[in-house]
């Protein structure tokens, strides 16, 4: 492991896990660096255009480099070029948004997000990064990955009065998610909101991330939950089969 290489990367992920502009002070103290060191890493970022300073803060924040970088893997994300077909499909049947995600550390991040087809307005969530414990997307992910160990190693946060945030409340509910392969969300990443989402597998039947519906926790969970569970089962089950996953798999129940 090149040292250099590792603790710029930590800088990385300290700006974009936080606040939106940290000082030296606080990288400092979250990436455990000395600040000459972390300074001296931040102006070589900077020359590459991953970081920007505030000119009147000093402030750093992430560069436009970075959105280069991030565009690229989502171009490059096999899952999400074969999930547009089945993310579109399934945002009509169910009538509520759907979102595809993976997972990337701690928190999964949105690949590709499919509007409710209304005329509501609506904010478009691709980038948007959530703590793995907090949401359905999240749950379906974490019931199969092969380090689940090291998701417990991070802080869980409560986002609401109704996150799970114990270590057995958790347990309990990848187990569901492997008994039935469906994870239900109610109210833990936002109040009002819900999640209704299935694992997606690739070849080997590895877990590649989730495709789900999010919405109102009122219409999500209420009389059309079943319809729901169905529907985003039978598209995840469809989208694994487009990776390359075996055809016939207990994931699913």
């Given at each position: 492991m090149i040292q250099s290489v590792e603790r710029a990367a930590l800088i990385l992920r300290a700006l974009g896990a936080g606040a939106p502009r940290l000082g030296v002070t606080e990288i400092s103290e979250r990436v455990?660096?000395?600040?000459?060191?972390?300074?001296?890493?931040?102006?070589?970022?900077?020359?590459?255009?991953?970081?920007?300073?505030?000119?009147e803060t000093g402030k750093y924040a992430l560069g436009p480099a970075v959105l280069q970088l991030g565009n690229a893997y989502l171009d490059g994300s096999e899952l999400r070029a074969r999930s547009l077909l089945w993310a579109d499909s399934l945002a009509q049947r169910a009538n509520e948004s759907v979102w595809v995600a993976t997972l990337s550390g701690s928190r999964v991040i949105v690949l590709h997000?499919?509007?409710?087809?209304?005329?509501m307005m609506q904010i478009l969530e691709v980038g948007a990064a959530i703590p793995w414990h907090a949401c359905a997307l999240g749950h379906?992910?974490?019931?199969?990955?092969?380090?689940?160990?090291?998701?417990f190693e991070e802080p869980l946060v409560a986002l609401t009065g109704q996150t799970?945030?114990?270590?057995?409340?958790?347990?309990?509910?990848?187990?569901a998610v492997r008994r039935t392969g469906m994870a239900v969300e109610d109210q833990?990443?936002?109040?009002?909101?819900?999640?209704?989402?299935?694992?997606?597998?690739?070849?080997?039947?590895?877990?590649?991330?989730?495709?789900?519906?999010?919405?109102?926790?009122?219409?999500?969970?209420?009389v059309?939950?079943?319809?729901?569970?169905?529907?985003?089962?039978?598209?995840?089950?469809?989208?694994s089969r487009d990776l390359g996953a075996p055809r016939i798999t207990s994931a699913y129940g």
């Amino acid at each position: 492991m090149i040292q250099s290489v590792e603790r710029a990367a930590l800088i990385l992920r300290a700006l974009g896990a936080g606040a939106p502009r940290l000082g030296v002070t606080e990288i400092s103290e979250r990436v455990g660096l000395a600040k000459p060191t972390v300074h001296g890493l931040l102006r070589t970022l900077e020359r590459h255009e991953l970081v920007v300073q505030d000119a009147e803060t000093g402030k750093y924040a992430l560069g436009p480099a970075v959105l280069q970088l991030g565009n690229a893997y989502l171009d490059g994300s096999e899952l999400r070029a074969r999930s547009l077909l089945w993310a579109d499909s399934l945002a009509q049947r169910a009538n509520e948004s759907v979102w595809v995600a993976t997972l990337s550390g701690s928190r999964v991040i949105v690949l590709h997000h499919v509007f409710r087809p209304d005329d509501m307005m609506q904010i478009l969530e691709v980038g948007a990064a959530i703590p793995w414990h907090a949401c359905a997307l999240g749950h379906a992910i974490a019931a199969y990955h092969p380090r689940i160990e090291e998701l417990f190693e991070e802080p869980l946060v409560a986002l609401t009065g109704q996150t799970r945030t114990e270590r057995e409340q958790l347990e309990e509910a990848l187990t569901a998610v492997r008994r039935t392969g469906m994870a239900v969300e109610d109210q833990e990443a936002a109040l009002g909101d819900a999640g209704i989402a299935a694992p997606v597998f690739t070849r080997g039947g590895v877990v590649a991330g989730a495709i789900g519906v999010v919405g109102p926790a009122e219409r999500l969970l209420g009389v059309r939950r079943n319809d729901l569970l169905l529907a985003v089962r039978e598209s995840a089950r469809a989208l694994s089969r487009d990776l390359g996953a075996p055809r016939i798999t207990s994931a699913y129940g």
